[in-house]
């Protein structure tokens, strides 16, 4: 089985670890993206667009002020700022009289926001456990021609980007089972995106393959990803401006402000081989062997296209 997964060019977690995440990416600039609100702030500095900031709760004597904030906002999305894996993110869709409605559903007073905030700053869903920051950003809205596949939450775009060069992609559909979020571990599709054409060519419930949504029903095989092509140039941005070689950017297609960062990892999953039926190993060796300085966004995009296509 692992000298099959070898032949199939599958990229392990091992070797992730030890030649791109450790071996390609200074570890002084991590906190640029493990820091969720230090990377809105690059990219603002950038001009590069990202959901804005509502609140936040840096110590348990902010809480009340935060909630005070929100309770103006009709919907939000809580997260860690430090969090991973999509643990901690709570999305809200609007509020009743009976209190905050969550994304499936759930209803949620302001002592579960106010008990889920004070979780988040004790560190319980941060990276080694460490006192964490509690902020609320602009829930984005799902694309139209996306809402076919979705029925909470709001899908996103990941992108794997090696050495200023796009090497993969997927779209993450939030499911019911998922509580809106567009995360893999959670429940989430996820569905490989032709580099070159912007459609889904395969799609992954669970790591079984699938072609239509759990919940709508709806086909989530030779979708059309909106924006694609920006999305790929967003991507490359994100990554030039944090200096990180080995790279996920996370991207949503907002219904008004089109593509949009909402989060960067220096040590992106690999469950994006599944979704695409391939392996991240033949594209990453071929970036390294070949001479891509000088390269402008748009060569490189071409550059990453060919590459996928098995012309390098």
Same mark, same amino acid.
């Given at each position: 089985m692992i000298q099959a997964l070898r032949n199939?060019?599958?990229?392990g977690i091992n070797r992730r670890n030890v030649e791109f995440t450790l071996g390609e990416n200074d570890r002084r600039l991590y906190p640029l993206?493990?820091?969720?609100?230090?990377t809105k702030a690059l990219c603002e500095s950038a001009g590069v667009p990202t959901a804005a900031v509502l609140a936040t709760a840096h110590t348990h004597s902010e809480l009340n002020a935060l909630l005070r904030t929100l309770r103006a906002c009709d919907d939000f999305v809580l997260k860690p700022a430090r969090g991973a894996?999509?643990?901690? *993110?709570?999305?809200?869709? +609007?509020?009743?009289?009976a209190g905050w409605v969550t994304a499936s559903?759930?209803?949620l007073s302001d002592a579960d926001i106010h008990y889920h905030s004070a979780s988040i700053i004790s560190g319980l869903y941060a990276l080694g456990g460490q006192p964490d920051v509690?902020?609320?950003?602009d829930r984005l809205e799902v694309h139209p021609s996306l809402r076919t596949v979705v029925r909470n939450g709001v899908p996103d775009v990941r992108i794997i980007v090696f050495r200023g060069i796009p090497v993969m992609a997927m779209t993450r559909l939030p499911t019911d089972a998922s509580d809106g979020k567009a995360n893999l571990h959670q429940g989430a599709v996820g569905a490989g *995106?032709?580099?070159?054409? +912007?459609r889904t060519n395969f799609a992954v419930l669970a790591d079984s393959p699938i072609e239509r949504h759990p919940d709508t029903h709806e086909p989530v095989v030779g979708?059309?990803?909106?924006f694609f092509q920006e999305s790929l140039r967003i991507a490359l941005r994100s990554a030039d401006l944090t200096g990180l070689k080995y790279i996920g950017?996370?991207?949503?297609?907002?219904?008004v402000r089109g593509p949009v960062v909402l989060e960067l990892n220096a040590r992106p999953g690999l469950a994006i081989q599944t979704a695409n039926r391939a392996g991240l190993v033949p594209r990453l060796e071929a970036i390294r062997m070949a001479s891509t300085a000088g390269l402008d966004i748009e060569q490189r995009i071409e550059f990453g296209c060919r590459i996928a296509r098995g012309q390098m």
């Open positions: 199939a060019g599958v990229l993206v493990d820091d969720k609100l230090q894996m999509g643990n901690g *993110i709570l999305v809200i869709m +609007g509020s009743s009289d559903g759930r209803v509690a902020f609320a950003e *995106i032709d580099l070159t054409t +912007g979708l059309e990803i909106p950017a996370d991207i949503v297609i907002d219904a």
